[in-house]
């Protein structure tokens, strides 16, 4: 069981570059979320779904897409990076009323 | 949007020591979990709580759901190195749609 896997590890991009981080889980999960840790601040949910086909904003949403074609994938895209967009990203998963697993983040860096 | 503020920032300890941190929010919150993330991993859920003045232990971990519903309390007692990492407290908000995190307290122990 491998839980929530983010890919890839660590990503460097220049400014203006698109790309998409990749989180799947095998739990059959409903719910899914993106969040993004930053120095100081914590975490702070990007987007969020609660099954196939269904995707919503969190509190920092711009800048970023979703898509959740199927229960067990939820990429996210930037699709012009900017320097801002320098962090440590997090995919979670979980089902109803029960707490979220963490993947083991994505590290990226905008230059 | 609704924050929840940890207390301290950071902590320096001998090892042995105990360890106390809070949670505080001006919202009221129907469940508080704790999270520990050790370094380059993504948190792990430690400690949840469900009803007003519930007291918890996980181990040497003791986490207390505030009366007020506006604050939570973890303490470590005997802490050991592998206790070092960062420390999250997080509420669901909007019919638990969404997890909203505190900027975290960072642990460090020295032998």
């Known amino acids: 069981n491998a839980g929530v896997t983010q890919t890839p590890k660590f990503q460097v991009l220049k400014t203006g570059q698109s790309m998409t981080l990749q989180c799947a889980q095998d739990m059959n999960h409903e719910y899914m979320s993106w969040y993004r840790q930053d120095p100081g601040m914590g975490l702070r949910l990007i987007h969020y779904s609660v099954g196939a086909g269904i995707t919503d904003q969190g509190e920092v949403p711009n800048g970023y897409n979703v898509s959740r074609s199927t229960t067990e994938d939820f990429p996210l895209r930037l699709l012009s990076a900017a320097p801002s967009q320098t962090s440590v990203y997090f995919c979670a998963s979980r089902i109803e009323n029960s707490p979220l697993h963490f993947g083991n983040g994505t590290r990226l860096t905008v230059t | 949007g609704q924050q929840l503020n940890q207390n301290p920032q950071s902590m320096f300890i001998q090892e042995g020591e105990d360890v106390s941190m809070n949670c505080t929010s001006s919202s009221i919150f129907n469940t508080w979990l704790w999270y520990k993330q050790d370094p380059g991993e993504g948190p792990v859920l430690l400690i949840a709580l469900y009803k007003a003045g519930e007291l918890t232990s996980n181990g040497r971990l003791t986490a207390q759901f505030g009366i007020t519903r506006k604050d939570s309390f973890l303490n470590i007692s005997a802490s050991i190195p592998s206790d070092v990492g960062i420390y999250f407290c997080?509420?669901?908000?909007?019919?638990?749609?969404?997890?909203?995190f505190g900027q975290g307290t960072r642990l460090t122990i020295n032998p």
């Open positions: 997080a509420g669901p908000i909007q019919g638990a749609q969404k997890l909203v």
